[in-house]
């Protein structure tokens, strides 16, 4: 799945300002989040120059969870490189041994980024943009990998509170929550905003209320189940599925 490319750093998922036509855009990602698993010293993830005429450099790099720009737990290698028209390649992302002083009860947030650099035009007043590319990067450590096809979203409690929901999050994995309807396949109110809990801890998301509300997340793949939750006076909890 190709990430949406701006002029301005856009995070995947967010409300994007400035958005560039995507047929402008040459430099593309085949993913709209990475998990860096513990057990592992490091990850590729795949790059491909959709232009057909010019070549482009890929600049890559890591931000830490408030957006400053790091050189470690994790790097990336190499950090620009040059793709030909049509070319494909990888990013790898690799683990240095300070990646053992991250949280190992849970989850840790980065953001990878990788910025396209045309080619210098040779027309005069030609103004040329460095499209970007900025996407999740979840340090997994080893001690809490799940097994294949797991999900978490049915541990998530919800308390009813003014103007919406407190979703408690008692797992070690971030959890991002993209809307809260009364039925599935709503459609999402207007306005609406993305709330990404953080692992063993609590948000406020701002929604309607419902006797039956349905949460709608994101998973590794990038796929957005939907559960019901059942509510019991201001609590609500997901309502397992009958095997």
């Known amino acids: 799945m190709k990430g949406q490319k701006t002029a301005m750093v856009v995070l995947l998922g967010s409300l994007a300002v400035g958005l560039v036509n995507e047929a402008d855009a040459a430099i593309a990602l085949d993913r709209t989040r990475a998990i860096f698993p513990g057990s592992e010293k490091s990850i590729a993830l795949n790059i491909t120059n959709d232009s057909t005429s010019m070549p482009y450099l890929a600049q890559g790099w890591i931000e830490d969870a408030q957006g400053k720009k790091i050189s470690g737990p994790l790097v990336v290698v190499p950090p620009l490189q040059r793709l030909e028209p049509q070319g494909k390649s990888m990013m790898r992302i690799n683990a240095l041994p300070d990646a053992?002083?991250?949280?190992?009860?849970?989850?840790?947030?980065?953001?990878?980024?990788?910025?396209?650099?045309?080619?210098?035009?040779?027309?005069?007043?030609?103004?040329?943009?460095?499209?970007?590319?900025?996407?999740?990067?979840?340090?997994?450590?080893?001690?809490?990998?799940?097994?294949?096809?797991?999900?978490?979203?049915?541990?998530?409690?919800?308390?009813?509170?003014?103007?919406?929901?407190?979703?408690?999050?008692?797992?070690?994995?971030?959890?991002?929550?993209?809307?809260?309807?009364?039925?599935?396949?709503?459609?999402?109110?207007?306005?609406?905003?993305?709330?990404?809990?953080?692992?063993?801890?609590?948000?406020?998301?701002?929604?309607?209320?419902?006797a039956t509300p349905h949460v709608t997340t994101i998973n590794d793949f990038g796929g957005k189940p939907t559960l019901p939750f059942r509510c019991s006076g201001n609590v609500c909890r997901a309502e397992v599925p009958k095997s």
Request: proline share 10%; no cysteine; aromatic share 10%.
């Open 100 to 210: 053992a002083s991250l949280p190992q009860d849970r989850e840790s947030i980065f953001y990878f980024n990788v910025r396209e650099v045309p080619p210098k035009s040779d027309r005069p007043n030609v103004m040329q943009l460095a499209l970007h590319t900025k996407i999740k990067l979840f340090y997994r450590p080893k001690a809490i990998l799940p097994e294949k096809y797991s999900r978490w979203d049915n541990q998530l409690v919800l308390h009813k509170v003014s103007g919406g929901y407190r979703v408690e999050n008692p797992t070690p994995y971030y959890m991002t929550v993209i809307a809260i309807t009364a039925a599935p396949k709503v459609a999402v109110p207007k306005g609406f905003q993305t709330v990404m809990v953080a692992p063993k801890s609590s948000a406020v998301v701002q929604s309607g209320q419902f």
